[in-house]
């Protein structure tokens, strides 16, 4: 009986043990997820930066490679310098010599204040 009762005892130290043992593994187990999923976030927002990032540069090598063609170099200086190369023809508008129309003024309608006893007047009678 005394055997049986150790063997009893000593069942309830191993599983208490087991347990306690599970507990702390559950534990552990809580911890490393809740670390994978702020990871996975931190790994999802990188990723968009990078794209992000990816795309400026294009954007830019885009610009840079535009702004030292030949395409740009013939725009600015035939756009915005008005330079004409050897052959060009020139053509100058003339101002015109007549006299500058006088401009038609449209008045806008002022909204005048009215009376709350003229509002229901005009509900009521339909004026």
Same mark, same amino acid.
């Given at each position: 009986?005394?055997?049986?009762?150790?063997?009893?005892?000593?069942?309830?130290?191993?599983?208490?043990?087991?347990?306690?043992?599970?507990?702390?593994?559950?534990?552990?187990?809580?911890?490393?997820?809740?670390?994978?999923?702020?990871?996975?976030?931190?790994?999802?927002?990188?990723?968009?930066?990078?794209? @992000?990032?990816?795309?400026? #540069?294009? &954007?830019?090598?885009?610009?840079?490679?535009?702004?030292?063609? *030949?395409?740009? /170099?013939?725009?600015?200086?035939?756009?915005?310098?008005?330079?004409?190369?050897?052959?060009? @023809?020139?053509?100058?508008? #003339?101002? &015109?010599?007549?006299?500058?129309?006088?401009?038609?003024?449209? *008045?806008?309608? /002022?909204?005048?204040?009215?009376?709350?006893?003229?509002?229901?007047?005009?509900?009521?009678?339909?004026?």
């Amino acid at each position: 009986m005394q055997r049986l009762k150790q063997i009893y005892t000593d069942k309830r130290v191993i599983i208490l043990v087991v347990f306690v043992v599970f507990i702390f593994l559950m534990m552990d187990l809580n911890t490393r997820l809740s670390d994978l999923r702020r990871l996975s976030i931190q790994r999802d927002q990188m990723q968009t930066d990078v794209y @992000q990032l990816e795309e400026t #540069k294009a &954007s830019l090598m885009k610009q840079l490679a535009y702004a030292t063609s *030949e395409v740009a /170099v013939e725009e600015w200086a035939r756009v915005y310098n008005r330079l004409a190369q050897p052959g060009d @023809q020139i053509i100058i508008p #003339k101002e &015109s010599g007549g006299v500058t129309p006088t401009p038609v003024i449209v *008045e806008t309608p /002022v909204a005048r204040d009215v009376q709350k006893w003229e509002v229901w007047k005009a509900l009521f009678f339909n004026e």
